[in-house]
């Protein structure tokens, strides 16, 4: 993730004069942190997209728990003194943003549940400090893991609580090997799968809120566009040929965590070259396999891979690349 | 964990002297270590709480074994000629007397669980050395980890040997969201069930126990019975709001751990403050969720979480401490 | 490991003339590490045990597999441009030699499993670096844990894509307590059962294959030879002692990971002594109490455990090394 602030603006020097202007600014790049870009604007079109989104899926309290969670980690890290560059840069919004989304998603609409956004929100604050420490040594970001495990823990503690209930939660089952169903596919729009894919990102499944977040990712970087789209349709390929099950390939539920993946691995972490998009794209082909290897492992818990399998992928792309990738790092 | 041998008083010369009686001080020392103190005062009124507990609740194996896990585990760290600092502070000692708790609690009284104990104690002291070693850089105790990690393998273990049969472990289950028993509840008694939380830090469950738990701790830090107190407090009525099942609620599982927690961040590796009372009972709070999120997650595999809500909440929060609480470290 | 390349020899000098000779050597060289030795002749054995194991056991692919992984692995390395010691040694191909005996066992014979096969050994390259480099501050080997890594994700994965089907896997269900058989005990053949735990490393279950990987070991050190045997029988024991299923000890399922641990502890990471002797015993025995905890575990999950116990135990035991056991390391 990009820690420098972009040119010294208009935008930059109004910024600057103002706490609450800034917070707005830095609630933003909260958001368009979540898939590593540094970049008020592309934070607006971002929430502009997931209202869009959300509005016509008709689930508003993910949009507006998404806001609420990116606000409050923002001024969990204000108030906590945090490191000012990487608070600037939006790098304490991105686990509180994503937490927002996710728990209104899947837990039923109660005072608890919102109670639940504002605490993980600020314990996502805490993970991120943690895990930016925890990973230190290796030179690895945080990534979304902030967000998925306490995320995951207020979704497990969900069973165990009846205040904040679970209602789209998956069964929890014991895994079984998938059973092709007889007759024809439905044929398939490849341009509606792999922005869907895109939007999967941020749990809401439509086309519009997919070509929204590229734009907006082609505004800060045009190669992060690029390598969203490339991530996409790559791990829709993959999931098709090896024949996984069609309704959730279609949902783009194979692509969100590769579309993270070839971000990071292509264009946040790396410089795009020939080796690169090489071992980007073997990264990318093996988040798919994480993607269904997890799926599995959640199955008896009832919970969602949430964006994990990008999260344990990208690790260990990630950790190498000072040997596979040399003199890259700043 | 204080590591300082507290005033060279009169017992301090005459344990100097003898190494059977040091042995002895040693062995106290690392049953108060469960609760982070190094007094052996405070060990002796542990040691007499669990013995009037287990024989209370017809228990006595887990007296026995308490005792006999804390004896192995400091004699091993002796044979083994360990850091003599830790080693005095009975650091190497508490992880052994949980072990001797949590096995003769579960398992059949056989010899083979008696034989299971004395090699989990072991090798709870050499769970204690790689984990000081693996969490050396990030500068937070191996707490009850090494505990619990020899005590889930043990468990899990006796699902697959006869020898050391499970006799009261949770049948293995899918998680399935929990249902409100019509009609009243139980009238509840504040202070019953406050001191019950702080008796299931050791398995028990008994007002008497948890009276003599706290009075140990005020023996050795006043901050750390109050602490204590207030984390069983305030677990109870976080649990109650969420509406979590008044049965395990009675019984203290939601406030072992929580204990625990209070404890460590409250007054064990903060100087207790205003902002360090806050973020404790963040914490606290915290750990709650992840004691419900971790009963779920263990459903499957039929083992009790024991402390282990606890280590995960108190690493989490343990970690960011230097930058959330600058300059209170030695 | 042994990272030196043995005495300067007539083959060392005919390898070092041709790069072709030099990567038929460092295949062999991967294979033979996966019980730790750096040595050509005790790598040409262990294939040709594994292809006689498959060969009578009627599954070729598995040796095949075996073949192609080590080779795509060690290919992977060359491309990679690694540190060149490592590479020579052949750290790079043990875990895709792995990976080529476990996928082709459990999956479906289709072109998916085989390109599985060299996608999971190019990741295992690059999860070895990974893990390398995150265990670098505790001076531990990544031993086999990028193999277990690798393939339980493929393994897993095989249940969302039918491309990849499971075949031999084990069906998901909860655990349950083993119940045993009424009846006469089949008499035991300690011989067998020795080398059969040998030959299970591969995942083969046939004596003469246990026999000649005990000569190749022996080949190149005489003491890791003698630590399988001991590591062996000694799991043997233990399981028998602690009631486990009598079918599963026959068929050596006990002792593989407790083979490995053995000679890691015994003869690898620390040179032979009285000292090192009781500690590798320890570490042997609790190796089959996580073998049996870890079988429990997946169970839900519906994967073997590999080599994991193994990983897991010898990690816990040579994190410690150098406060138990000073001076023994270079």
């Known amino acids: ?54 509005f016509l899926e008709k689930i508003p309290e993910v949009a507006f728990g998404c806001l609420l969670g990116t606000v409050i980690a923002t001024l969990t890290a204000y108030i906590s003194k945090l490191d000012i560059d990487s608070l600037r840069s939006g790098l304490y919004g991105y686990n509180g943003c994503l937490v927002g989304v996710a728990l209104p998603a899947f837990l039923e609409n109660t005072p608890f549940t919102w109670l639940s956004v504002i605490l993980g929100s600020i314990v996502s604050v805490i993970a ?13 970001s945080a990534l979304t893991a902030p967000f998925v495990l306490v995320s995951w823990t207020i979704l497990l503690a ?31 729009d490849l341009v509606v799968v792999v922005f869907r894919g895109v939007s999967e990102v941020f749990l809401l499944n439509s086309v519009i809120v997919g070509v929204i977040f590229t734009i907006g990712l082609a505004v800060s970087s045009i190669w992060a566009a690029i390598f969203a ?44 070259s020939w080796r690169g ?9 093996f988040t798919v396999f994480v993607q269904g290897a997890l799926d599995v492992v959640l199955k008896p818990f009832g919970i969602p891979t949430l964006t994990m399998p990008f999260v344990l992928a990208s690790w260990l792309f990630l950790i190498p690349n000072q040997d596979i990738m040399p003199n890259h790092r700043r």
Request: proline share 5%.
């Open 277 to 285: 998009l090489i071992y980007a794209i073997i990264g990318i082909i």
């Open 229 to 272: 789209i490339l991530g996409s349709l790559l791990a829709f390929s993959i999931a098709s040929l090896l024949k996984a099950d069609i309704a959730s390939i279609h949902a783009g539920l194979y692509s969100f965590s590769a579309v993270l993946t070839a971000i990071a691995l292509g264009s946040t972490f790396n410089k795009p």
């Open 1 to 54: 993730m990009e820690t420098s602030i972009t040119n010294k603006s208009a935008w930059a020097r109004f910024v600057d004069k103002n706490i609450f202007i800034q917070f707005f600014d830095v609630t933003l790049r909260g958001c368009a942190q979540v898939m590593f870009q540094n970049n008020p604007l592309t934070g607006l079109l971002f929430f502009i997209a997931i209202f869009t989104g959300a």
């Open 158 to 188: 969900s069973y165990s609580f009846l205040g904040i209930k679970g209602v789209s939660l998956p069964e929890p089952t014991l895994p079984h090997q998938y059973i092709e169903p007889i007759g024809h596919h439905p044929s398939i």
């Open 128 to 140: 991120t400090i943690s895990l930016m420490d925890f990973l230190r040594s290796w030179k690895v």
